[in-house]
């Protein structure tokens, strides 16, 4: 009687099956959640709302949620008045602030590039001269192929007649310098979420929405109420809070190396889901920079010299 060939994944428990696929789903879905934001974000910017609105929505419906957890876990029991200063300041106003005047002036593709494209770069260069962390030489190619991808983007802008948005590309630039100070940060302190969410939605929103309500300009008034509510709901909730959480499940399933190569896929996706919303269009410079810098944030953000 011939012998029965054996199952590989026999004896292997479901639970060590279903464990690596939660991780990719996660780590899938915020890849498409963050690509989703630039499109949202880019409407919101064309819309009455103003900049300081969109930052008012961020910070106080996330400090809504934050603050009951706050409260009664203490974070800032664990931290030093000094890192709190550092992260309140590199997730502030002034940090959100260039990324939502950046889609005023560039279309929602360009924050997807300019911002998740750029970002890895940023990180691992600010890592090795901040860190002396090491280097690898595929690293360095990717570093190459990411500037290489957002200068034909900006290029793009350029033949499709977008002029000023060299200025929304600047901005977002500046943001992405402000955000991978952060994840620097985060790596060398071991930041939690509660303090994150402390640092980046209690006091900022303790800070910020005075000066909004009374000094700002607001068009609060004039939006329409479908707009409130996905502004509200992304802006406030979905990146900061659901995003975070599917980020945490992803690394702890799947790693960070696989997590960041899923994180490759943003500014494509964003550009797809630009077109299909928005009907911003990049021109062929555009498509190439997305084949370019893809691989690229993949070297940069997977690969570790040992």
């Given at each position: 009687?011939?012998?029965?060939?054996?199952?590989?994944?026999?004896?292997?428990?479901?639970?060590?099956?279903?464990?690596?696929?939660?991780?990719?789903?996660?780590?899938?879905?915020?890849a498409l959640i963050w690509a989703t934001w630039l499109v949202v974000t880019r409407s919101g910017a064309q819309s009455t709302l103003t900049a300081f609105d969109l930052a008012a929505l961020?910070?106080?419906?996330?400090?809504?949620?934050?603050?009951?957890?706050?409260?009664?876990?203490?974070p800032w029991e664990s931290?030093?008045?000094?890192?709190?200063?550092?992260?309140t300041f590199l997730l502030s106003p002034v940090y959100i602030l260039f990324v939502f005047g950046g889609f005023v002036y560039a279309p929602a593709a360009?924050?997807?590039?300019?911002?998740?494209?750029?970002?890895?770069?940023?990180?691992?260069?600010?890592g090795w001269y901040w860190l002396s962390e090491k280097v690898s030489l595929l690293q360095i190619f990717g570093v190459v192929a990411i500037i290489v991808g957002a200068s034909l983007a900006a290029a793009d802008a350029s033949k499709?007649?977008?002029?000023?948005?060299?200025?929304?590309?600047?901005?977002?630039?500046?943001?992405?310098?402000?955000?991978?100070?952060?994840?620097?940060?985060?790596?060398?302190?071991?930041?939690?979420?509660l303090q994150i969410l402390m640092c980046s939605s209690v006091i900022n929103a303790i800070i910020y929405i005075p000066v909004w309500y009374f000094l700002l300009p607001s068009g609060m008034t004039e939006a329409s109420q479908s707009q409130l509510f996905i502004q509200t709901l992304y802006q406030g909730l979905i990146p900061n809070l659901l995003g975070l959480l599917l980020v945490a499940i992803a690394v702890r399933h799947v790693g960070p190396a696989a997590t960041a190569a899923?994180?490759?896929?943003?500014?494509?996706?964003?550009?797809?889901?630009?077109?299909?919303?928005?009907?911003?269009?990049?021109?062929?410079?555009?498509?190439?920079?997305?084949?370019?810098?893809?691989?690229?944030?993949v070297m940069v953000a997977v690969i570790r010299k040992p």
């Open positions: 009687m011939p012998a029965s060939k054996s199952n590989p994944n026999q004896g292997v428990p479901a639970e060590a099956l279903l464990k690596p696929l939660l991780g990719y789903v996660c780590a899938g879905a915020v961020r910070y106080g419906v996330s400090a809504v949620f934050a603050l009951p957890l706050v409260l009664y876990f203490k931290m030093s008045i000094q890192r709190i200063v550092i992260l360009h924050g997807g590039i300019f911002m998740n494209g750029v970002l890895p770069a940023f990180t691992l260069l600010i499709l007649s977008l002029f000023d948005s060299w200025i929304g590309d600047l901005m977002f630039v500046i943001a992405a310098v402000f955000f991978s100070a952060y994840l620097v940060v985060s790596r060398l302190w071991q930041i939690q979420i899923f994180m490759a896929a943003v500014p494509g996706l964003g550009s797809i889901l630009s077109l299909i919303f928005l009907g911003e269009e990049p021109g062929m410079l555009g498509w190439l920079s997305l084949t370019i810098l893809t691989p690229g944030i």
